[in-house]
C-alpha cells in the first residue's frame, strides 16, 4: 500500500511560475500518485447515452457534473423535452463541450481579457504526475476568441488528462490573486489529499465562477469574522444532502437559478438533475429579494424574526418604515405579543399578491456519472414523474437520499421513477 501513495512536489514550466503556486493550491505540498491516477480522464460520453459524460474512478465530479450541467443547459435551452434531444453525433458532443467549457471560463474569469490555456504538446496515455506537470505549457487567447480556439482543440479536452488541464485552464485564467481572494482555507487543498474529492471551494468555482467555500447568498458577518458567500443567481443550481443533515444552508442563489437544473452533492458525490420545465425557475423577483432579506435577520434559520427587526428589514426593502407604522404592523404581526414575527405573515401582509408559483406537475431527469451507480452499469438519463403534494407534513425517508437532498428546496416532493428504480446520488 505504501507504495501506491507516492508523493512529491508538483512541477511545472519553469517560465510559469503562477501556474506552479496554482498546482500547489490544487494539490498541496505533494501529488499522491494514486489520487492523480483518479483524476486521470478526459470528458468522455456514454455509449449508452451520447450526451451524458462517464466518470471512471472516484473524485473528479467535481469537474464533470459541473460541465455535465452545462452541457444539459444548452441543450434545455434549445431543444424542447418532444425533440430527439438525447441524440449526439461527434460533431454535436464536441459543439456541446465547447459551449459548456466556454460557459464555466467565461464565469470564472469575469474582468479578464485574456485567458490562459494549459496544455501539453505530446499526445499521450500514461505519465506519472511529476512528468505530467513538467510537461504543462500556457498559452495565451483572447478571450473573444475562445470558443474558437477551444472548438480548434477540443482533443486536448477529450483525451486523458482533459480534466485536469480544462480544471488548470479555469484556475490559471481566472488567476492567483482572484483564487487566494475568494478560497476561504488556503492550507486546505482543493482536491483533496487522502481521498481524491473536490472541495466546495473547487465545486462552486466549477458551478458559479466563485471559489468561495460557503453556499450561502452574498457575505455574511460571523463572530466578527467575513465569510464570503455566492454573489448572484447562478446559471445552474446547486442542492446538497448536507443540508439535510443541516451542515449547511444553500441560498436561494442555488437553490433558484437562471436554468432548471441543480448540481446534487451527497456526502461522497455529485450528480445533476434537470427539467425542460422553465417554470421551475425565474429570475429573481421582489418577493425572492424580500425572503433573502428577511433571512439576513433570521440568522438562526427559525423562519422568525424579533418584533425589533421590522423597523430595520422595513428599511433595507425600500418600504414604508416610520416609527407608528412599524408600530402598527409590530401589532398586527405578532398579535399574541410573542415578541416575534413569522416569515408566512410577514410574506402574506407585504408580497401576497406577487408570490410565484411551482408548477404542481413536472418531468425530471436525473444523471450519475459513474457506471457503478446506474442499472447495469450503463450511463443513462432516468426520467420521474414530479408531483409536489397538497400537504403539511414532510416525509421524511431516510433510506432516499434523492429525495431528502430535493425536499431541500420543494418540501413536499414526490417522484415516481420510470421503472420503479430510484437513481442513486452516490
Known amino acids: 500500500m505504501a507504495e501506491m501513495m507516492e508523493v512529491t512536489e508538483p512541477q511545472t514550466s519553469p517560465y510559469d511560475k503562477e501556474l506552479e503556486e496554482i498546482l500547489k493550491l490544487t494539490w498541496g505540498q505533494q501529488v499522491r500518485q494514486d489520487i492523480f491516477q483518479r483524476w486521470t480522464q478526459g470528458f468522455c460520453f456514454s455509449d449508452d447515452e451520447p450526451t451524458a459524460l462517464v466518470q471512471f474512478d472516484g473524485g473528479p465530479c467535481a469537474v464533470l457534473a459541473p460541465m455535465q450541467a452545462y ?27 465547447c459551449k459548456a467549457a466556454c460557459d464555466i471560463l467565461c464565469q470564472a474569469t469575469a474582468g479578464c481579457d485574456i485567458l490562459k490555456f494549459v496544455h501539453i504538446d505530446d499526445k499521450v496515455v500514461c505519465l506519472e504526475h511529476s512528468q505530467f506537470h513538467s510537461m504543462l505549457k500556457v498559452e495565451q487567447v483572447n ?60 465545486i462552486n468555482m466549477m458551478i458559479t465562477g466563485q471559489a468561495v467555500c460557503n453556499v450561502f447568498n452574498n457575505d455574511q458577518v460571523v463572530a466578527g469574522y467575513k465569510l464570503q458567500g455566492i454573489e448572484k443567481q447562478s446559471e445552474v443550481g446547486f442542492m446538497t444532502l448536507l443540508e439535510h443533515l443541516r451542515y449547511c444552508q444553500v441560498g436561494s442563489y442555488l437553490k433558484n437559478p437562471c436554468n432548471p437544473i441543480w448540481v446534487l452533492g451527497s456526502e461522497t458525490h455529485l450528480t445533476v438533475l434537470f427539467s425542460f420545465d422553465q417554470n421551475l425557475v425565474h429570475k429573481e423577483t421582489q418577493v425572492d429579494v424580500a425572503r433573502r432579506t428577511f433571512k439576513l435577520f433570521d440568522q438562526g434559520g427559525n ?27 409590530s401589532s398586527k404581526l405578532d398579535s399574541e405579543g410573542l415578541g416575534i414575527i413569522l416569515m408566512p405573515s410577514f410574506m402574506e401582509e407585504f408580497f401576497s399578491e406577487q408570490e410565484t408559483r411551482t408548477p404542481d406537475i413536472f418531468v425530471v431527469f436525473h444523471y450519475n456519472g459513474q457506471p457503478r ?54
Not at 144 to 166: A, K, P, Q, V
Not at 405 to 423: A, D, F, M, R, V
Request: hydrophobic share 35%.
Open 303 to 329: 423562519n422568525f424574526i424579533s418584533t425589533q427587526s421590522l423597523k430595520p428589514l422595513l428599511e433595507k426593502l425600500d418600504l414604508v418604515s416610520d416609527d407608528e407604522y412599524v408600530n402598527l404592523m
Open 143 to 202: 478571450k473573444d476568441s475562445m470558443e474558437t480556439f477551444i472548438n480548434n482543440h477540443i482533443s486536448f479536452m477529450r483525451d486523458t488528462f482533459g480534466i485536469l488541464l480544462f480544471l488548470y485552464t479555469v484556475m490559471r485564467s481566472k488567476g492567483l490573486v482572484k483564487l487566494k481572494e475568494e478560497i476561504c482555507d488556503l492550507g486546505v487543498s482543493l482536491i483533496d489529499k487522502e481521498f481524491g474529492y473536490g472541495s466546495q471551494s473547487l
Open 71 to 97: 452541457i444539459i443547459k444548452h441543450i434545455v435551452n434549445n431543444k424542447s423535452i418532444d425533440d430527439d434531444w438525447k441524440k449526439a453525433e461527434v460533431e454535436e458532443q464536441n459543439h456541446l463541450l
Open 373 to 426: 451507480s446506474n442499472s447495469n452499469s450503463k450511463v443513462t438519463y432516468i426520467e420521474g414523474n414530479a408531483i409536489i403534494q397538497e400537504s403539511d407534513v414532510i416525509c421524511i425517508s431516510e433510506d432516499n437520499n434523492l429525495q431528502s437532498c430535493l425536499q431541500s428546496k420543494w418540501p413536499y416532493i414526490e417522484i415516481q421513477w420510470k421503472g420503479n428504480i430510484t437513481p442513486s446520488i452516490n
